[in-house]
Each structure stands twice: as C-alpha cells, then as structure tokens.
C-alpha cells in the first residue's frame, strides 16, 4: 500500500494526475440521466397541431369534395361556409348546407366544427 502525503499526493508509484479530479463527473452524470430516462415511441399517426388549424368547408363542393376526402388530422377546426343574416337579422340557411356525416366525421377525429357566417 502507497502511503499518501499531505495534499493527496502519493509517496511513491504512480503519481495522480494534475488539474480537475472531479472533471469527469458532468459527464458521468449526463450519462446516469440518460440511461434512466424513458424513451418515448413516436406516434403513428400526425401528431394534433398544439396551435389552431382551420379549414373552411364550403357547401356548395360538396359533390365534389365530400366528408370522406377532408384530411381531418391535419386540422383542429372545420368552419362550414356559409349562411348569412337577411334583412330582418334572421339567419339563411342554403339548401343543402346541411350535412351530418361531415359534423360526425370531424367529431369522430377530435375537430371540432363552426359555421360560418358570411355577410
């Protein structure tokens, strides 16, 4: 057994380096940190946009743009265009604005739905 000097120093054998002994410890940690962490799978699907995405759906395309073709994962809103206030303030309703399997579609993928009111 070396004995060791006052200082830590060693009175004989190999000498222990000069500079930080505590050097590596950051990296020692970081790398305790890193092998407790969990790793996290990445989704499937799109992940929901964390800021509002909105996308008008006009009535009068629905022949050729129907419920089925809209890509709901891209979107957080659907504002369905448009009745507009008459005279008298009441609100008009086109004929064929009505269209339950697109509200039920975007309910189904999380979107939430609007009207859209045009003046």
């Known amino acids: 057994m070396t004995p060791v000097l006052p200082g830590g120093r060693r009175a004989a054998g190999r000498a222990r380096p000069a500079g930080r002994p505590l050097a590596a410890l950051p990296v020692v940690a970081a790398l ?11 989704p499937a699907v799109a992940a929901r946009p964390s800021k509002v995405i909105m996308g008008y759906y006009v009535s009068w395309k629905q022949a050729e743009f129907d419920h089925t ?6 979107l957080t809103h659907i504002a369905h265009a448009f009745v507009w206030p008459d005279p008298s303030g009441n609100i008009v309703v086109p004929p ?6 697109l ?9 939430k739905m609007m009207v859209s009111v045009g003046g």
């Not at 305790?32 to 990445?42: E, R, S, W």
């Not at 509200?103 to 979107?111: M, P």
């Open 103 to 111: 509200n039920a579609a975007a309910r189904a993928h999380g979107v």
């Open 96 to 101: 064929g604005f009505l269209y339950p399997e």
């Open 69 to 74: 073709q809209v890509r709901y994962e891209y």
């Open 32 to 42: 305790l940190a890193l092998a407790v962490c969990k790793v996290a799978q990445i």
